[in-house]
T-cell receptor, first 113, second 114 residues
Framework: NAGVTQTPKFRILKIGQSMTLQCTQD?????MYWYRQDPGMGLKLIYY???????DKGEVPNGYNVSRSTTEDFPLRLELAAPSQTSVYFC????????????FGDGTRLSIL | AQSVTQPDIHITVSEGASLELRCNYS??????LFWYVQSPGQGLQLLLK??????LVQGIKGFEAEFKRSQSSFNLRKPSVHWSDAAEYFC????????????FGTGTQLKVEL
């Protein structure tokens, strides 16, 4: 059982480039999330989705976009990479009842130079 | 709005010593509370969770946490720390509905001295 899989694990981008961080889960979870983790700041929610075709902004959505065409996949897109987006990005998923924990991928470490 | 405070950024304990990591939350109703652990280069792994009922909850790896409503706290404890417990620990608060979003604390980095 793979759980939540994120690709790539590492990436270096130049300022202004774009890229998509991939996330897929095989647990049939309806809820999925994208976080960024910066040193000393904990995890901040970027976007989340409560099901295919439904997405909503989290705490820090500026500079990012998401889509959810299937239950399994929840890609995160950076359109114009900026140095402030250098971070570690985590994808998570959970069942859609009120007290279920989130399951996390191993993260994507992104540097923008 | 809900919030979580982990007042200790770094903690160092000797192997075999007891451990307590502090977590204080702010939330208007009964919260859902979680502790996660993150090893270097890894994602977050759930240690334990509290939703209702018994205020002392047991988790994996010998950890436990106690929910104290009067103090708005959910501290994590372990009676005897092992070197492999060295990691970063995150407390999180959530609520039912609205996508089950979580608010995380800033984390406590645990170092274990042999």
């Amino acid at each position: 059982n793979a759980g939540v899989t994120q690709t790539p694990k590492f990436r270096i981008l130049k300022i202004g480039q774009s890229m998509t961080l991939q996330c897929t889960q095989d647990m049939n979870h309806n809820y999925m999330y994208w976080y960024r983790q910066d040193p000393g700041m904990g995890l901040k929610l970027i976007y989340y989705s409560v099901g295919a075709g439904i997405t909503d902004k989290g705490e820090v959505p500026n500079g990012y976009n998401v889509s959810r065409s299937t239950t399994e996949d929840f890609p995160l897109r950076l359109e114009l990479a900026a140095p402030s987006q250098t971070s570690v990005y985590f994808c998570a998923s959970s069942y859609d009842t009120g007290n279920q924990p989130q399951h996390f991928g191993d993260g994507t470490r992104l540097s923008i130079l | 709005a809900q919030s979580v405070t982990q007042p200790d950024i770094h903690i160092t304990v000797s192997e075999g010593a007891s451990l307590e990591l502090r977590c204080n939350y702010s939330y208007g109703a009964t919260p859902y509370l979680f502790w996660y652990v993150q090893s270097p280069g890894q994602g977050l792994q759930l240690l334990l969770k509290y939703f209702s009922g018994d205020t002392l909850v047991q988790g994996i790896k010998g950890f436990e946490a106690e929910f104290k409503r009067s103090q708005s706290s959910f501290n994590l404890r372990k009676p005897s720390v092992h070197w492999s417990d060295a990691a970063e620990y995150f407390c999180a608060v959530g609520r039912a509905g609205g996508g089950n979003k979580l608010t995380f604390g800033t984390g406590t980095q645990l170092k274990v001295e042999l």
